[in-house]
């Protein structure tokens, strides 16, 4: 209970759009602060957005002007939505939570506790 599972993932044309789920159904607590980290083969995982349970947000570079993050305080939920993908936006994406509370969604990534088993989003044409 309380784990994330992230849904949404799938194949896409370059240009396409995406849009992952992330659900801790279940669970007796509510997140403080939800992100997508995403990692593609032989690279490190990488943060693409976090948020927190008052609505701030902050979005890697390469997802500034293309990415949307969101965020279901009721359903613990947290929703990325990735429009104009590229090809290097393949990856696996990682949804992660902390039940610690922070002003600022600039979370360090040893904060998170709660991680999702990963859904694969490939750009291809």
């Known amino acids: 209970q309380g784990q994330p599972v992230e849904s949404g993932g799938g194949l896409v044309q370059p240009g396409g759009s995406l849009r992952l789920s992330c659900a801790a159904s279940?669970?007796?607590?509510?997140?403080?602060?939800m992100a997508w980290y995403r990692q593609a083969l032989g690279q490190q995982r990488e943060l693409v957005a976090a948020?927190?349970?008052?609505?701030?947000?902050n979005l890697a570079d390469s997802a500034k002007g293309r990415f949307t993050i969101s965020m279901d305080n009721a359903k613990n939920a947290a929703y990325l939505q990735m429009d104009s993908l590229k090809p290097e936006d393949t990856a696996v994406y990682y949804c992660?939570?902390?039940?610690?509370?922070?002003?600022?969604?600039?979370?360090?990534?040893?904060?998170?506790?709660?991680w999702g088993q990963g859904t694969q989003g490939t750009v291809s044409s």
């Open positions: 992660a939570g902390t039940r610690r509370r922070f002003t600022s969604a600039r979370v360090p990534y040893s904060a998170y506790d709660s």
């Open positions: 279940g669970s007796s607590f509510r997140f403080g602060v």
């Open positions: 948020i927190t349970s008052g609505g701030t947000t």
